[in-house]
């Protein structure tokens, strides 16, 4: 089991910068592949980011890729998304997710354990 607790969220003018956290529960954390997704009202939940359980792999959706940066430190058994340019259309709630199979995966279906979001608001 891994309990996954997402914290950084907030309310910020466009071109600006959060940093999301993503701190899990559990002995096994370092084996996770970790992903970020993103839900805004009435729209599906997105793909943003992902690390591999080693944090040598990452992918990226075109949306964020160059704005936004995925990392982990196995050692803290968290995981953080950098957020730079931030754009109003980021605005969504933002979920961590882990994949027992620790790859880079892209679809929600693929994970395992869900955090339970936190908002992130972009104003123009």
């Known amino acids: 089991q891994v309990q996954l607790v997402e914290s950084g969220g907030g309310l910020v003018q466009a071109g600006g910068s959060l940093r999301l956290s993503c701190a899990a529960s559990?002995?096994?954390?370092?084996?996770?592949?970790m992903g970020w997704f993103r839900q805004a009202p009435g729209k599906e939940r997105d793909f943003v980011a992902a690390?591999?359980?080693?944090?040598?792999?990452?992918y990226y959706a075109d949306s964020v890729k160059g704005r936004f940066t995925i990392s982990r430190d196995n050692a803290k058994n968290t995981v953080y998304l950098q957020m730079n340019s931030l754009k109003p259309e980021d605005t969504a709630l933002y979920y961590c997710?882990?994949?027992?199979?620790?790859?880079?995966?892209?679809?929600?279906?693929?994970?395992?354990?869900w955090g339970q979001g936190t908002q992130v608001t972009v104003s123009s």
């Open positions: 997710a882990a994949d027992y199979f620790g790859l880079n995966r892209v679809q929600p279906r693929e994970y395992d354990y």
């Open positions: 690390i591999a359980w080693s944090g040598g792999s990452t």
């Open positions: 559990g002995h096994t954390f370092s084996r996770y592949g």
